[in-house]
């Protein structure tokens, strides 16, 4: 979607926000898929309730981008704007045990931060790519850690009620890949509140993490992570595995042989590409193991 009524484009201008027209999403998604459309880069938070004022009297169509790592977006001109949050400096503040994070903040970024203070509690997550607001809104998790367990608040944009709140942690619903935030609801920033721990012992804890990463996991490859959940007791990788599905492909979009949970943009795949290796992989399984799996990954399309 392009944003062509200069009254809207001056309107976001004054509002702080940068109008990049355009953008191919393929470029901002660790799967490297994804069509273009205008990307609205915000630097105010309190800017944000106006914004979204303004694009809904104006019937403009948006969606909220993280980092982009656990997102599979569609192909061609996209019928909607994309919002980001632009990364203040600092993007972490740290205070005693507290780390006041900015949604935009690079997860693995603020681990090693928060490490190089002597707080940790956050190793098994180096590797997990994205945003710390994209963390949050999943519950991000890895190696026995999950992220949801150190919120003490969130602050967040909800759409519904057209303000921005501070939620308590136990406001807030962590469970396995999953909140209770609503699916329009933006985050902008969090406190953690983190154990303290030498620095020598959470970098050892990172290096045990990252060594299990590179053993298991496609690394320097275009993913989005895990594509599906895994069902309570069960694990979506090893059925797959077991059914001999590494290595099926559509198009360029491929089952890793590394890891049959992680599909692949082994070249230049579409979108339409990797929903028709979902959709055959989840089949499958069904078929075999009476499971319907669930996707991990967030599907963007039309």
């Not at 699916?183 to 050892?204: C, F, G, H, W």
């Not at 595995?241 to 198009?251: A, H, I, P, Q, T």
Request: with cysteine.
């Amino acid at each position: 979607m392009h944003l062509s009524d200069p009254q809207i484009r001056k309107a976001l201008t004054e509002a702080g926000v940068e109008l990049e027209p355009g953008v191919n999403l393929s470029g901002l998604t660790s799967l490297g898929i994804g069509g273009s459309t205008d990307l609205l880069r915000i630097r105010k938070h309190d800017a944000i309730p106006a914004i979204l004022d303004l694009l809904d009297q104006h019937k403009v169509p948006h969606r909220f981008l993280g980092g982009g790592s656990n997102l599979l977006v569609g192909d061609d001109n996209l019928p909607w704007v994309v919002l980001q949050l632009a990364k203040p400096d600092p993007d972490v503040v740290l205070e005693g045990s507290r780390a006041h994070v900015d949604a935009a903040a690079d997860l693995g970024r603020t681990v090693t931060f928060c490490a190089k203070h002597d707080l940790g509690g956050l190793e098994g997550l180096i590797g997990v790519p994205g945003t710390v607001g994209g963390a949050l809104r999943m519950n991000a998790g890895a190696y026995g850690t999950q992220i949801g367990s150190y919120v003490e608040e969130v602050k967040v944009y909800r759409a519904a009620r057209r303000k921005i709140e501070i939620l308590r942690g136990d406001q807030i619903s962590f469970e396995y890949r999953h909140t209770s935030f609503a699916p329009d609801d933006m985050m902008l920033a969090v406190t953690l509140n983190l154990p303290s721990k030498p620095y020598r012992e959470i970098i050892q804890g990172i290096r045990i993490c990252n060594e299990k990463r590179r053993a298991s996991q496609p690394m320097g490859q275009k993913s989005a992570g895990c594509i599906f959940k895994n069902p309570p007791g069960a694990s979506a990788g090893r059925m797959i595995d077991e059914l001999g599905l590494k290595g099926l492909s559509v198009g360029e979009a491929r089952v890793s042989d590394r890891h049959a949970n992680f599909f692949v943009n082994a070249g230049r795949a579409s979108a339409r590409d990797m929903l028709e290796l979902i959709a055959e992989v989840r089949d499958r399984v069904e078929k075999a193991y009476g499971v319907e799996l669930e996707n991990e990954v967030v599907v963007w399309t039309a």
